[in-house]
Nanobody
Framework: QVQPVESGGGLVQAGGSLRLSCAAS????????MGWFRQAPGKEREFVAA????????YYADSVKGRFTLSRDSAKNTVYLQMNSLKPEDTAVYYC???????????????WGQGTQVTVSS
C-alpha cells in the first residue's frame, strides 16, 4: 500500500514552469505505476501523464505532450512532473495516483493524493 502526497503547486504566468512532486510512503512504491490527473472547476478529472514501475515507459495526454515530462526516483519514492510552457488552460488541481499497472484510466489507480493547485495566469 502507498500513500501519495503532492507538492509544488502554485501560481505562475503563462509560458512559465513548475515542477510537481509526488512522494509516496510504503516499501512497495517501486512496484507501482504512478499517474497524474487534473481537475479544473466544473470539469471531469482528466488524465495528464503516467509512468510505469521501472520508469521506462510513459504516457502523456495529447494536450501536454512535448511540454510536460514525468520521471521517477525510486530511491526517493518520488515522481516528478516537470511542466513547461504552461498555459492558462493548464489551471487545475493536480492529483497523483498509484496503481498496479500503467494506464490512462482513473479506475486503474487505487491510491490517490489530496491534490495540489496549479494556477496559470494569462
Amino acid at each position: 500500500q502507498v500513500q501519495p502526497v503532492e507538492s509544488g503547486g502554485g501560481l505562475v504566468q503563462a509560458g512559465g514552469s513548475l515542477r510537481l512532486s509526488c512522494a509516496a510512503s510504503g516499501r512497495t512504491f517501486s512496484s507501482y505505476a504512478m499517474g497524474w490527473f487534473r481537475q479544473a472547476p466544473g470539469k471531469e478529472r482528466e488524465f495528464v501523464a503516467a509512468i510505469d514501475w521501472s520508469g521506462d515507459s510513459t504516457y502523456y495526454a495529447d494536450s501536454v505532450k512535448g511540454r510536460f515530462t514525468l520521471s521517477r526516483d525510486s530511491a526517493k519514492n518520488t515522481v516528478y512532473l516537470q511542466m513547461n510552457s504552461l498555459k492558462p488552460e493548464d489551471t487545475a488541481v493536480y492529483y497523483c495516483a498509484a496503481g498496479p499497472r500503467l494506464t490512462t484510466l482513473r479506475v486503474g489507480y487505487n491510491y490517490w493524493g489530496q491534490g495540489t493547485q496549479v494556477t496559470v495566469s494569462s
